[in-house]
Antibody
Framework: EVQMVDSGGGWVQPGRSLRLSCKNSGFTLGDYAVTWFRQATGKGLEWVGF??????????EYGASVKGRFTISRDDSKNIAYLQMDSLKTEDTAVYYC?????????????WGQGTVVTVSS | DIQMTQSPSSLPASVGDRVTITCRASQTVGTYVNWYRQTPGRPPKLLIY???NLQSGVPSRFSGSGSGTDFTLSISSLQPEDFATYYCQQSYSTPWTFGQGTKVEIK
């Protein structure tokens, strides 16, 4: 069964760091891009960024609100991807979802993690 | 960035109704529009990809159409599990962006 499991959320003070993990099962993570989205309570969905598969260069792209603060990485040997979040702000408070995708035009997201909650507050 | 604007924002409906949600892009997105359904506390579920392709396992009462800047999601006969929020999303150019959502509510 295909699954994405995201974890690592919690409460953190502004300016601090947190690392989220995304583990998969049922398919080879290395064949896909890993994309992160977030959703603040009662709000819509926001694209955070993605890391492409090695076949597409393993490159990353980020949304403007997180660029320079967040870093996505992957370890295909362990079927895991990470979202390193540094210099966190209160506006980063949200549910974070990892998904599999392509990282190219025409991308779509068929499997999502259950979401992990990040709360940034003093 | 490409803005996706959905209408309506709220849609009162009854079981068995046919409902239509529209999504307009601020510039052309070809046919690279996907549709998702989300219920509270759950991740989005992919319904339609690339404008009109039904995702595996999704009931045939869902259909999508459009091209360029104007897109539509239709539900032919609303079921109880369809009372939820629906989002369109473009993957023509990064940043991938979503519409603000359409909440289908019980009339």
């Amino acid at each position: 069964e295909v699954q994405m499991v995201d974890s690592g959320g919690g409460w953190v003070q502004p300016g601090r760091s947190l690392r989220l993990s995304c583990k998969n099962s049922g398919f080879t993570l290395g064949d896909y891009a890993v994309t992160w989205f977030r959703q603040a309570t009662g709000k819509g969905l926001e694209w955070v960024g993605f890391i492409r598969s090695k076949d597409y260069g393993g490159t990353t792209e980020y949304g403007a609100s997180v660029k320079g603060r967040f870093t996505i990485s992957r370890d295909d040997s362990k079927n895991i991807a990470y979202l390193q979040m540094d210099s966190l702000k209160t506006e980063d408070t949200a549910v974070y979802y990892c998904t599999r995708g392509l990282g190219i035009p025409g991308d779509y997201f068929d499997y999502w993690g259950q979401g992990t909650v990040v709360t940034v507050s003093s | 960035d490409i803005q996706m604007t959905q209408s309506p924002s709220s849609l009162p409906a009854s079981v068995g109704d046919r409902v239509t949600i529209t999504c307009r892009a601020s510039q052309t997105v070809g046919t690279y529009v996907n549709w998702y359904r989300q219920t509270p506390g759950r991740p989005p579920k992919l319904l339609i990809y690339a404008t009109s392709n039904l995702q595996s396992g999704v009931p045939s009462r869902f259909s999508g159409s459009g091209s360029g800047t104007d897109f539509t999601l239709s539900i032919s006969s609303l079921q109880p599990e369809d009372f939820a929020t629906y989002y369109c999303q473009q993957s023509y150019s990064t940043p991938w962006t979503f519409g603000q959502g359409t909440k289908v509510e019980i009339k």
